[in-house]
Each structure stands twice: as structure tokens, then as C-alpha cells.
């Protein structure tokens, strides 16, 4: 792949920026509702919980966690992501139900244990440091807190085995991962579901 075409992915899906990021949140927020809304499923947010999420580019899981649970919290590097989902959940933002701000997934700016569930979906592949990404989930959430990490599996750079060594070094447990299956072409989901130890 030439420079000039990686520059664009990562400025249209990777680390959306100005025209090419809105673009790319528009076809994300297309293209990946189907696993967004499937993931927090999988986490099934109590109505008397809070829910990071990490990455959430345009939103459409953030907004699915909001209305489930007592407040989805969004952290996400981009500006341009952050105001198409501030825009897509205005009506749950103005009834405290989401909240979005600036973050990584290595520096959330959340509270120790002040979260029940994590979800990450397609953004593992860019946290910079994952280590330091794991250990920082681990830290917010709340003992037993669960934590979801969806990606598109050949967008994974390690191999499964390592993404499961990497969240236990972190504390997790019950650390477990599965291939999930969308219908028509859509590539298999690696799905990896961990618990922070009481
Ligand atoms: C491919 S988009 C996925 C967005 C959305 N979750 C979805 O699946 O449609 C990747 C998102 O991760 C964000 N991101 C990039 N680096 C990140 C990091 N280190 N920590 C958290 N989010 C990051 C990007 O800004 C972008 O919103």
C-alpha cells in the first residue's frame, strides 16, 4: 500500500480528521452499527450502570449504551468523531445520559473503579501502547466490571492467543475470545469478553 493511501485510511477511519473524517464517520456509522449494537448487547448494560467507551468514532454504540444504561461515558481522540457523535446523541447528552470527551484508551481521564462495563469496538489496533491501554480499563472499572474488546479480525496485528496473555497481564480474568459471524460479506469479528477480579 502506497503512503499516500495509508494516509488516507488513517485520516479516514484510524484517527478521523477534517472532510476525509466525516466521510469515514458516516460510512462507520453505516457499516458498523451491526457490531456496535451487537457488542452492548454482549455487555447488556444494567439500567443502573455506567459504561466507558472507548473509540467511539460516530457514536452509533454509544448511543445504544445510553439508552440502556444509567450513563455512557464516550472518550475518543478525534475532535471530528467527537462532534458527530455529540450530534448523534444530543437528545441523551441534554437528559445526562451521555457524556463525551477527549481520551485514549490508555488515558481515559476516568475515575478508578468508577465504571461496570468497557467496550472497545475497532479501535484496539490503534491504542498506542496496549499495555498501558489494559492496565488502564483494568483501573477503572469497578471489581467484577466487565470488559468487551470487538475488532475486525484481520485488523488485528497479534494473534488471538497474545490479545488474551495481554488482557490477563493487565488483571483480568475470565478472559475469553470467540469469532462472531455477521450476515452477508462482512469479515469474522474477534470478540474478546474479560472480567476485573473482586
Ligand atoms: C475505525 S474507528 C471505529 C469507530 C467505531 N467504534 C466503529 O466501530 O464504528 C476508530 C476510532 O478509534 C479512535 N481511536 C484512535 N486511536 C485511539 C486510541 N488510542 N484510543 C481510543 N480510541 C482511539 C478513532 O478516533 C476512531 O474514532
Known sequence: MTNALMKVLD????????????????????????????VVSLAKPAA????????????????AAGTRAALAIGVDPSE???????????????????????????????????????ISVNNVRFWEDRRAAFAELARVLRPNGRLVVSITRWMLP????ELVQEALAAGFSD????????????????????RVSP
Not at 477511519?13 to 456509522?29: C, D, I, N, T, V
Not at 458527530?84 to 481515559?108: N, Y
Open 175 to 194: 478472559v475469553n475470545v470467540a469469532l462472531q459471524r455477521f450476515p452477508g460479506p462482512a469479515p469474522a469479528v474477534l470478540q474478546l469478553t474479560a
Open 48 to 63: 443502573n450502570e455506567t459504561v466507558l467507551v472507548i473509540g467511539p468514532g460516530p457514536g452509533v454504540g454509544l448511543r
Open 80 to 118: 471530528t468523531m467527537l462532534t458527530e457523535a455529540r450530534h448523534r446523541c444530543a437528545d441523551l447528552i441534554a437528559d445526562g445520559r451521555v457524556q463525551l470527551r477527549h481520551g485514549t484508551a490508555a488515558a481515559t481521564g476516568q475515575d478508578t473503579a468508577s465504571v461496570d462495563v468497557v
Open 158 to 161: 497479534i494473534t488471538d492467543h
Open 11 to 38: 485520516q479516514t477511519f484510524a484517527h478521523p480528521s477534517g472532510r476525509l473524517g466525516e466521510l469515514g464517520g458516516k460510512l462507520m456509522a453505516r457499516m458498523n452499527a451491526p457490531v456496535e449494537e451487537q
